[in-house]
């Protein structure tokens, strides 16, 4: 069934392309993950592409940020070395979660990019509808997609919709890993938290990482999967390597 959005909407016309930033298993040395951040084909930033974005093109620029971000993780051979495909969506540009996937699923069939290594992560705001939140991740979950909350521990995304549903990874805002190895606030705090999502079932990401002695804070708590510029910046269209914590030289991708 169509819905206004498809019918009536209009379309996002600022070219995009997509940097990756991986999420890094420290204690693999693999790359879990890669984030795909929307960017302007220009090279503009993912403000610029953002301040495009109104609420009669929304529908149209979260479909093409899912399309590009497949297209190009699978020209990249992205999921051969066993990575995800981590992709931010719009849940107010979702109004019937099997209706809008139908882009997604179609450039997945296209690409040979398999659906299991897709995950779909988003951050909560005051303005969101709980009710039609949780719609969308337990039907992504039904068809075989993960699901994430990113930027938890800071603003709208918090235990309220944890408590609901329980997805399958959640990302720790950078503002509580910041100086986390000077801060034993912080510590208590990501301490509690990843013990409850540990009891939940729940995947922790660690995002913002930017020093080794946040790094070496946080697989002293435990934390294997991290996410931020110590390790690698976003590169445009491409797979960067990781710099390993200890390493001379970032290495390459290991399956």
């Not at 995009?16 to 951040?37: G, S």
């Amino acid at each position: 069934m169509s819905c206004v959005a498809c019918r009536d909407g209009t379309g996002f016309d600022l070219p995009i392309t997509m940097a990756f930033q991986p999420i890094a298993n420290i204690e693999t040395q693999t790359v879990f993950a890669y984030e795909a951040l929307v960017r302007g084909q220009d090279g503009s930033g993912a403000g610029a592409v953002l301040a495009q974005v109104s609420h009669d093109n929304r529908y149209a620029f979260d479909q093409l940020c899912r399309k590009t971000a497949i297209e190009l993780a699978a020209g990249l051979d992205m999921a051969a070395g066993g990575s995800h495909l981590s992709i931010n969506f719009l849940p107010n540009a979702v109004y019937e979660p099997r209706a809008c996937i139908r882009v997604t699923l179609a450039a997945a069939m296209r690409t040979g990019f398999p659906i299991d290594r897709i995950i779909f992560e988003f951050t909560e705001d005051e303005s969101m509808d709980t009710n039609h939140i949780l719609n969308i991740l337990r039907s992504y979950r039904a068809m075989g997609f993960k699901t994430a909350i990113d930027d938890f521990g800071a603003g709208y995304a918090g235990l309220g919709l944890l408590s609901k549903f329980q997805p399958d990874i959640v990302k720790l805002d950078m503002a509580l890993v910041r100086d986390i190895d000077t801060d034993p606030v912080k510590r208590t705090i990501v301490r509690h938290t990843l013990g409850m999502l540990r009891d939940l079932g729940i995947e922790p990401v660690c995002e913002g990482i930017e020093t080794v002695g946040e790094h070496d804070a946080l697989r002293d708590l435990g934390v294997t999967l991290m996410q931020g510029y110590l390790l690698a910046k976003p590169v445009i269209a491409a797979l960067p390597p990781v710099a390993w914590p200890g390493t001379v030289a970032p290495l390459a991708l290991t399956a």
